[in-house]
């Protein structure tokens, strides 16, 4: 199984990842931020986004020509990650996506500067704001593909709230669903489900 784990800069993904480890547990789970940290120690604070980003994908490669289960974060901002979701697909992976949302840019951008102020790696404002539309246009197109979809809202503190989950076009929606969430419904069947639903906390 191919689990792609996506969202926004700051939205949650390795927080999520990092409370709920014998839920990713299947297989090696893909960082690239810890990836470029690795490097970036390596070099004596030389950091290189686009060398981790190559080590990445030569892993997810290795991964999907062993036919292992596997999961990979991603802020789904360009097409990288739905090309490698088409290929697993036609490979036989199973296709599980979770989504991370929160109701806009700014929260991810604050708690980016609370990163920076503990020591973590910053992304460009500029950077944010650009990518985080194209994040959720990326995921309507991944959502089609997949077998098994999760989507959660993670921006207050009351933690990761689940917003809908179940299979393309029978989708259940938890109302309710946040203004984000809107443009992912698509065409999904609508089926109300009960409120309150939530697991661990914000990053």
Request: aromatic share 4%; hydrophobic share 40%; proline share 5%.
């Amino acid at each position: 199984m191919l689990t792609i784990l996506a969202g926004s800069n700051g939205s949650g993904k390795s927080t999520l990842t990092s409370a709920a480890r014998e839920e990713f547990q299947l297989g090696p789970v893909l960082d690239p931020d810890a990836i470029a940290k690795s490097i970036r120690d390596a070099s004596q604070g030389i950091e290189n986004d686009i060398e981790a980003g190559k080590r990445l994908l030569h892993r997810a490669e290795e991964l999907l020509e062993n036919k292992q289960s596997f999961t990979v974060e991603t802020t789904l901002s360009g097409t990288t990650y739905l090309r490698m979701a088409a290929r697993a697909t036609r490979a036989g992976f199973k296709l599980a996506v979770i989504f991370v949302g929160t109701t806009s840019v700014e929260i991810n951008i604050q708690r980016i500067h609370a990163r920076v102020a503990k020591g973590g790696h910053d992304i460009p404002e500029e950077v944010q704001r650009r990518r985080w539309p194209r994040t959720l246009r990326n995921m309507q197109r991944l959502l089609p593909l997949a077998n098994m979809i999760v989507i959660l809202d993670n921006s207050t503190e009351q933690g990761y709230v689940l917003v809908a989950a179940g299979r393309p076009g029978a989708l259940s929606w938890i109302e309710p669903v946040p203004e984000w969430a809107s443009a992912l419904r698509g065409s999904s069947v609508f089926l109300p489900i009960a409120s309150g639903n939530k697991a661990g906390n914000p990053e």
